[in-house]
């Protein structure tokens, strides 16, 4: 593939790419991602593979210098986190036309690389091209049928069955199950772990399978009572009595696997929150056509690096999340474009270096939204989104400190203390976020790149 010019005539060098991994601890992802990147359609001598290893103690580093493959390793020394990360990767960009980033816990197929530059190559104003991203594995879909019954005073929830984990041919995969829909999210004080959740009466979750229908699935349920469960998947039913002791369940798997998207591209929506498009759906094509994003995902993405130099890298103060919903904007507002490549396609392993809902993912992701969302919005946005923040914090804390008093049952006040830090965090960022703020005054108009006429 050749970058062509607005005419349509080939340029006569091909594009010289920069893909950067940043690995802290991924272990043998970390070398799937890098071994996806070495085998993609795309000169060698066009490819500069750059690990950045964030003081892992997996050897991941040590072993990558070890092989044969093209792979430049920068230890950082102490973890940078993502976007630290990946500006030691990118280094001076002196030659580089495009910066490519993946996730250690994605692969990319072969042709990935060529279908995001074509896209750059058609629109000089594209800052970022990204990639439908699908899940690693196929998954299987199970519903779960379950009479329900109140909890208790204080809380008004109608609770079906409580899903804490799943196995599959004995291997715990409940990091990786999928809650797509009539759930009530996370229990972070059940003792049955953080990933826990209370159906209603009718549920829909998925669990990978690799493709293997036959495999043996297990789910570990309680109840507040003993009551009779089906769970359905595909042709298969299972009848399961369940009681308050939480107890694996051997179900039957029917189902076809399906394809399930996690990303392709990012609509960041008015109180800040980043929204992944087509998060949790089937796969049947309806992204399947390029469209433009307001942002765009740091798992998998091809930059221009032209964009870089004008606009700035990442804010390495953010750490973790958003920061690249936050140069996103960035470019934005000095005139670049984002758009999505259907056809180019990663693999993701979801939370496989970060779990989603831990006490850390929960910090960053809550504290970096209201830091970004401070820096681009208008203040009456910033004002109702803490406003808000706090008036969920309050619910929380009545539902886990308050309800569970007034039923004699020690209270949890784990999930109203991670948000109040959060809160805090963002408070101590205020006076850069601030200084941030002044300094990018009114959208850029200047220097805005231009697109191919007609």
Same mark, same amino acid.
């Given at each position: 593939?050749?970058?062509?010019?607005?005419?349509?005539?080939?340029?006569?060098?091909?594009?010289?790419?920069?893909?950067?991994?940043?690995?802290?601890?991924?272990?043998?992802?970390?070398?799937?991602?890098?071994?996806?990147?070495?085998?993609?359609?795309?000169?060698?001598?066009?490819?500069?593979?750059?690990?950045?290893?964030?003081? *892992?103690?997996? @050897?991941? $580093? +040590?072993?990558?210098?070890?092989?044969?493959?093209?792979? /430049? #390793?920068?230890?950082? &020394?102490?973890?940078?986190?993502?976007?630290?990360?990946?500006?030691?990767?990118?280094?001076?960009?002196?030659?580089?036309?495009?910066?490519?980033?993946?996730?250690?816990?994605?692969?990319?197929?072969?042709?990935?690389?060529?279908?995001?530059?074509?896209?750059?190559?058609?629109?000089?104003?594209?800052?970022?091209?990204?990639?439908?991203?699908?899940?690693?594995?196929?998954?299987?879909?199970?519903?779960?049928?379950?009479?329900?019954?109140?909890?208790?005073?204080?809380?008004?929830?109608?609770?079906?069955?409580?899903?804490?984990?799943?196995?599959?041919?004995?291997?715990?995969?409940?990091?990786?199950?999928?809650?797509?829909?009539?759930?009530?999210?996370?229990?972070?004080? *059940?003792?049955? @772990?953080? $990933? +826990?959740?209370?159906?209603?009466?009718?549920?829909?979750? /998925? #669990?990978?399978?690799? &493709?293997?229908?036959?495999?043996?699935?297990?789910?570990?349920?309680?109840?507040?009572?003993?009551?009779?469960?089906?769970?359905?998947?595909?042709?298969?039913?299972?009848?399961?009595?369940?009681?308050?002791?939480?107890?694996?369940?051997?179900?039957?798997?029917?189902?076809?696997?399906?394809?399930?998207?996690?990303?392709?591209?990012?609509?960041?929506?008015?109180?800040?929150?980043?929204?992944?498009?087509?998060?949790?759906?089937?796969?049947?094509?309806?992204?399947?056509?390029?469209?433009?994003?307001?942002?765009?995902?740091?798992?998998?993405?091809?930059?221009?690096?032209?964009?870089?130099?004008?606009?700035?890298?990442?804010?390495?103060?953010?750490?973790?999340?958003?920061?690249?919903?936050?140069?996103?904007?960035?470019?934005?507002?000095?005139?670049?474009?984002?758009?999505? #490549?259907?056809?180019?396609?990663?693999?993701?392993?979801?939370?496989?270096?970060?779990?989603?809902?831990?006490?850390?993912?929960?910090?960053?992701?809550?504290?970096?939204?209201?830091?970004?969302?401070?820096?681009?919005?208008?203040?009456?946005?910033?004002?109702?989104?803490?406003?808000?923040?706090?008036?969920?914090?309050?619910?929380?804390?009545?539902?886990?400190?308050?309800?569970?008093?007034?039923?004699?049952?020690?209270?949890?006040?784990?999930?109203?203390?991670?948000?109040?830090?959060?809160?805090?965090?963002?408070?101590?960022?205020?006076?850069?976020?601030?200084?941030?703020?002044?300094?990018?005054?009114?959208?850029?108009?200047?220097?805005?790149?231009?697109?191919?006429?007609?």
């Amino acid at each position: 593939m050749r970058e062509r010019s607005c005419q349509g005539d080939p340029v006569s060098d091909q594009p010289y790419v920069r893909a950067v991994v940043v690995n802290h601890n991924g272990g043998g992802a970390t070398m799937r991602a890098l071994e996806s990147l070495r085998a993609l359609d795309w000169p060698a001598e066009a490819l500069d593979v750059v690990l950045v290893d964030n003081a *892992s103690t997996d @050897g991941v $580093a +040590s072993a990558v210098r070890g092989t044969t493959g093209n792979v /430049r #390793v920068l230890e950082a &020394g102490t973890n940078l986190g993502f976007g630290g990360g990946c500006n030691l990767g990118m280094g001076d960009l002196a030659g580089v036309d495009f910066v490519a980033l993946l996730n250690p816990d994605a692969v990319v197929e072969p042709d990935w690389l060529w279908r995001l530059a074509a896209a750059h190559a058609a629109d000089p104003a594209l800052a970022a091209a990204c990639p439908k991203i699908l899940f690693d594995v196929p998954f299987v879909e199970i519903e779960i049928k379950s009479p329900t019954s109140r909890f208790g005073r204080g809380d008004r929830r109608q609770l079906g069955v409580l899903m804490s984990g799943a196995r599959m041919a004995g291997e715990n995969v409940s990091r990786r199950l999928q809650f797509v829909r009539g759930f009530w999210g996370p229990e972070p004080c *059940s003792r049955q @772990g953080a $990933a +826990s959740q209370w159906s209603k009466d009718s549920a829909l979750i /998925r #669990v990978p399978t690799g &493709g293997h229908r036959s495999a043996a699935c297990e789910l570990l349920l309680s109840a507040p009572a003993s009551r009779t469960v089906q769970v359905l998947a595909g042709d298969d039913r299972s009848v399961l009595q369940v009681g308050p002791q939480p107890r694996w369940h051997a179900v039957g798997l029917g189902g076809t696997p399906v394809e399930v998207i996690n990303s392709v591209g990012i609509s960041v929506l008015e109180d800040g929150y980043a929204a992944d498009r087509g998060w949790l759906e089937q796969d049947q094509g309806q992204w399947d056509e390029p469209r433009p994003v307001e942002a765009w995902s740091g798992a998998s993405v091809l930059l221009r690096a032209e964009h870089l130099r004008q606009v700035g890298r990442f804010e390495e103060r953010l750490f973790l999340y958003y920061e690249d919903v936050d140069l996103s904007l960035r470019a934005a507002r000095a005139g670049w474009r984002h758009v999505t #490549v259907p056809q180019a396609v990663a693999r993701h392993v979801h939370s496989a270096t970060v779990v989603a809902g831990s006490p850390l993912h929960q910090h960053f992701s809550e504290r970096n939204r209201l830091i970004v969302l401070a820096t681009h919005a208008p203040s009456r946005s910033v004002m109702a989104a803490v406003v808000r923040f706090l008036l969920v914090t309050a619910s929380y804390g009545r539902r886990d400190l308050l309800a569970p008093l007034r039923r004699g049952v020690r209270p949890c006040g784990r999930v109203a203390r991670l948000r109040l830090g959060a809160l805090a965090g963002f408070v101590r960022a205020l006076p850069w976020t601030i200084m941030r703020r002044r300094r990018q005054g009114t959208p850029a108009s200047a220097g805005r790149p231009e697109g191919c006429a007609g």
